[in-house]
C-alpha cells in the first residue's frame, strides 16, 4: 500500500507533543476573541496596531467591495491590476522612500519570487540561520549556492561572502519572527557593500511598529534604497489587512514584473484589499500614538516578566517569547494559560529549533495596562520553568 507511512507520522508527531491543531475562532479578529465557548484575551495575534478590525479600514474595504467586487478576476498582467493596486503601490512606494513598490499576494510568495528571480545557479544566497521559512525556502528553490550565516553575525557572513562565487544576495528578517530581535542592520549593509553583494530585508515584523512614522527597522536605522536593495514587507501584520509588497529600484521592480514567477503565475489581490490597505497606510502614519501604546505596553511586560523572574529574549518588539525548550511543557503552559482566559500559542520545532519551544508572546495597541498585567499575574500563577 502506497503513503502507509503517513499515519505513521501522524502518529509520532502526537507523541513528540508537535502535533498541531487549529482553533475555531467564532468572533472579530481583535483582543477578545470567543473560541470554544468562552471569551480569551489575545495575546499571539501578528496585528500589532490594532487595525485588523478599524472601522476606517473595514469602511474601505466595504465601500471597495461595492465599486469593484469581490475577487480580482486574474493575475496583475493579464487583466487583474486595477487603480486600487496601483494607488496602493505609488502610496507604499512613497511611505518606503523607495522608486517603486510591488504587490504580492501573501509574503511567503513575495519571498519566494524575489530570491528565485535575483539569483540562481553560479550565484550565491546568504541568509541568516533564524530566516523565516519562506526566505529560507526561496533560497533553497533558487538553485544557487545556499550559504546560512549564524545569527545576527557578519563576521561569519563576512567570511562566506568572502568565498561565494556569482552574484551574492545577503538575506535577513528585519525584526525576526519567533525571537523578536533586530537584524543589525547597519553592519550588515556594509558588509554587504564591501563584498558587492546586495541586502534583502523582510521587515514583516517591523513595519508600522518600528519608526516614528512606522517605517520599520529601515527608518529606525536611517537606511535608504542604497544600502538595502530589497525591502519586502507583509500587509497581514502591522497594517491589519492581507498581501505582501516588495520596495525598490525601478530596475528591481520592473525585472520582478517580468520575470518573478509568484508575481506572474497568481491572481492579484482583490482590489477591496488594496482599498482597506491604503486606509490602513494612513492610520500607520498618522496615529503615532498607537506605536507609542505599544512601546509603554512592551515595557510594562518586560519588567514585570523580570520581576517575576523570566528570562526574555533581547527584544524591544511586539514579540516577546518565553523560551520553554522542552514542546509538550510548552502546550502543557499554553494550555494553562487558556484556562486563565489567556491565549498565548506554544511554538515548537520545526519552527524553532529543537529544545527552544516557547511561548511566543506578542502585544498590540489594542491592548491595555490592564490585560497586560493579567497576563503576568496569571504567568506567575502557573510558575513557568525554563529550560
Ligand atoms: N516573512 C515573515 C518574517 C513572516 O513572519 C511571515 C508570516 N508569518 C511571512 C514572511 C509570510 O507572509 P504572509 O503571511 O503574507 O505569507
Same mark, same amino acid.
Given at each position: ?177 519567533? !525571537? ?15 563584498? &558587492? ?31 538595502? &536593495? ?95 525548550? !522542552?514542546?509538550? &511543557? ?58
Amino acid at each position: 500500500m502506497a503513503f502507509t507511512h503517513l499515519s505513521a507520522k501522524l502518529t509520532q508527531l502526537a507523541e513528540q507533543g508537535l502535533y498541531r491543531s487549529r482553533r475555531v475562532i467564532d468572533s472579530p479578529q481583535g483582543i477578545r476573541l470567543h473560541l470554544d465557548g468562552s471569551s480569551v484575551i489575545n495575546f499571539c495575534s501578528n496585528d500589532y496596531l490594532g487595525l485588523a478590525n478599524h472601522p476606517a479600514v473595514v469602511a474601505a474595504f466595504k465601500t471597495a467591495a461595492d465599486a469593484y467586487g469581490v475577487g480580482s478576476g486574474a493575475a496583475h498582467l493579464v487583466c487583474g491590476h486595477s487603480t486600487a493596486h496601483h494607488a496602493l503601490e505609488e502610496e507604499l512606494a512613497a511611505f518606503t522612500g523607495r522608486e517603486r513598490a510591488l504587490l504580492f499576494s501573501t509574503g511567503y510568495m513575495a519571498n519566494i519570487g524575489v530570491i528565485t528571480t535575483l539569483v540562481g545557479r553560479g550565484d550565491t544566497v546568504l541568509e541568516d540561520r533564524l530566516n523565516h521559512a519562506s526566505l529560507l525556502d526561496g533560497g533553497l528553490a533558487s538553485n544557487a549556492a545556499f550559504k546560512r550565516y549564524a545569527h545576527a553575525d557578519t563576521t561569519h557572513l563576512a567570511l562566506l561572502l568572502a568565498a561565494a562565487a556569482g552574484n551574492k544576495l545577503v538575506v535577513t528578517d528585519g525584526v525576526f519572527s519567533m !525571537d523578536g530581535d533586530a537584524a543589525p542592520l547597519p553592519e550588515l549593509a556594509r558588509t554587504a557593500k564591501a563584498h &558587492q553583494a546586495w541586502l534583502m530585508v523582510d521587515d514583516a515584523h517591523g513595519l508600522g511598529v518600528l519608526g516614528a512614522h512606522g517605517g520599520g527597522l529601515l527608518e529606525q536605522f536611517g537606511l535608504g534604497q542604497d544600502d538595502v &536593495q530589497v525591502l519586502m514587507g507583509t500587509l497581514g501584520k502591522g497594517f491589519g489587512t492581507f498581501g505582501a509588497f516588495v520596495a525598490g529600484s525601478e530596475l528591481l521592480i520592473e525585472t520582478l514584473i517580468q520575470t518573478a514567477r509568484t508575481y506572474i503565475y497568481t491572481t492579484a489581490l482583490p482590489p477591496a484589499v488594496a482599498e482597506a490597505t491604503r486606509a490602513s497606510l494612513r492610520l500607520v502614519q498618522a496615529d503615532t500614538w498607537r506605536r507609542d501604546k505599544l512601546a509603554a505596553l512592551i515595557r510594562q511586560f518586560r519588567s514585570g516578566a523580570a520581576q517575576l523572574g523570566l528570562q526574555l529574549m533581547p527584544s524591544d518588539s511586539p514579540i516577546q517569547p518565553l523560551i520553554i525548550g !522542552d514542546s509538550q &511543557q510548552a502546550v502543557a503552559y499554553s494550555q494553562a494559560l487558556l484556562a486563565a482566559g489567556f491565549l498565548v500559542s506554544a511554538i515548537r520545532p520545526p519552527t524553532v529549533a529543537q529544545g527552544t519551544a516557547r511561548l511566543r508572546v506578542t502585544l498590540s495597541a489594542g491592548h491595555d495596562e490592564t490585560m497586560v498585567a493579567g497576563l503576568l499575574d496569571a504567568l506567575g500563577a502557573i510558575r513557568v520553568a525554563q529550560g
